[in-house]
């Protein structure tokens, strides 16, 4: 693929979206850019909660290395740079309409952004939702996937040059309670509020093109920064009853509940309908963007996608490292004394595949052990004794 073929970047971030409800095939949204492009079915979260790992698709960079370690304690570190800060500087007019508390001004994501719309409203007891710590709470505070697409197209529309837009939908984020019923074979109100947003990611996207800007020469990148344990709903659940009470949604704990995330890419000379099962990182996500364009750089902890984009397929597995800090503010209020933030490592074995996650208590010597072949729902782990550093 020739970097000059694109003119546009679209990037979606679909928050709180599960990779087996995405990859359900009850989202027309998804599954037309699915076809239309390259799905990456073993994609890894940097973290389980907003701000952290939108900062890692947004730099290249760990946690470690862009700052944002805490849901409220961290803006982004100053010698970090962005996607959007590098686009602009390119000539590129850069736009985003953000939908919840995680991606406010205060995090230092807008920079780059030429017009950045993080606008929500307050919470229902009158509070600002950007002083809570609590994740559950924080989705009270929403703007709707509507809102988005026409703010979204709004500034679309007053742009006649090359662009990058960034849509971000928060609407399967608790409190699960979908507007409309796009999805009649939704298995619950969470998937219902994921096919609520697959809906408006379509009207986006024809938005997009009844606006004149073709498919054909604009990159699309479909994300979601975590994923959602529903203490019960699926198989592999571990939150509330399940073992984990101070788990809510996602935040605190490292399983591919929360870590396990739909990635994918389609673009002017990318393959269409093809589906990657080697293990990447939404770390990789600006390096890849950035090569296509021939502005690549060696400064990135993520790794560029372009291999797995040749036609003769190919492509290594990436070891995928993921952190949460975010039980330290969570034991703050008392109640969970104990709570240590934790740190993983999943590995993949292309030649056998078999897949291996090594989770471990930061500052403690307790580490777990999973067989995601013989143990998928990580039920069984096994407890280890040896101290392990987390190394980004």
């Known amino acids: 693929?020739?970097?000059?073929?694109?003119?546009n970047i679209l990037f979606v971030s679909l928050d709180t979206v599960r990779a087996d409800v995405a990859y359900s095939g009850k989202m027309p949204g998804i599954e037309s850019l699915r076809r239309n492009g390259i799905t990456f079915r073993q994609a890894i979260s940097s973290a389980p909660f907003t701000p952290?790992?939108?900062?890692?698709v947004f730099t290249g960079l760990q946690p470690a290395r862009h700052g944002i370690r805490h849901l409220l304690r961290e803006q982004l570190a100053p010698q970090a740079t962005t996607l959007a800060e590098r686009l602009k500087s390119a000539g590129y007019a850069t736009g985003a309409v953000v939908s919840c508390p995680g991606l406010n001004k205060w995090y230092g994501m807008n920079r780059g952004f030429d017009?950045?719309?993080d606008e929500i409203p307050l919470l229902p007891d009158g509070s600002d939702p950007l002083t809570t710590p609590d994740v559950k709470k924080r989705g009270l505070a929403l703007k709707r996937a509507p809102l988005v697409v026409e703010r979204a197209l709004d500034w679309l529309g007053r742009q006649d040059g090359p662009f990058f837009l960034f849509a971000h939908f928060f609407d399967a984020h608790w409190p699960y309670e979908p507007p409309e019923d796009f999805c009649p074979e939704a298995a619950n109100p969470y998937e219902g509020e994921v096919a609520y947003s697959d809906h408006y990611l379509?009207?986006?996207l024809r938005g997009i093109e009844e606006l004149g800007h073709s498919p054909a020469d604009t990159l699309i990148v479909c994300f979601s920064d975590h994923g959602e344990d529903l203490a019960g709903w699926y198989p592999n659940d571990h939150a509330g009853p399940l073992?984990?009470?101070y788990e809510e949604?996602?935040?605190c704990l490292l399983f591919d509940t929360t870590q396990h995330v739909p990635l994918v890419i389609g673009g002017p000379g990318l393959p269409a309908g093809v589906e990657v099962d080697c293990q990447v990182r939404l770390v990789d996500i600006a390096p890849t963007v950035l090569d296509l364009l021939g502005m690549a750089g060696d400064d990135f902890d993520g790794l560029s996608l372009t291999e797995f984009f040749r036609p003769e397929g190919g492509g290594t597995s990436r070891p995928a490292y993921s952190e949460?800090?975010?039980p330290e503010e969570r034991r703050a209020g008392g109640e969970y004394p104990g709570l240590a933030p934790l740190a993983?490592?999943?590995l993949q074995d292309d030649d056998q595949g078999g897949r291996t996650k090594v989770v471990w208590e930061i500052g403690t010597d307790t580490v777990e052990l999973y067989d995601l072949r013989s143990d998928p729902d990580e039920h069984n782990g096994q407890t280890l004794s040896s101290p392990v550093t987390p190394r980004p």
């Open 243 to 245: 073992g984990h009470p």
């Open 324 to 326: 949460t800090y975010y």
């Open 202 to 204: 379509q009207v986006l």
């Open 115 to 117: 017009h950045y719309d």
């Open 1 to 7: 693929m020739e970097g000059q073929q694109v003119r």
């Open 249 to 251: 949604g996602h935040g």
């Open 344 to 346: 993983a490592v999943r």
């Open 52 to 56: 952290s790992s939108h900062a890692s």
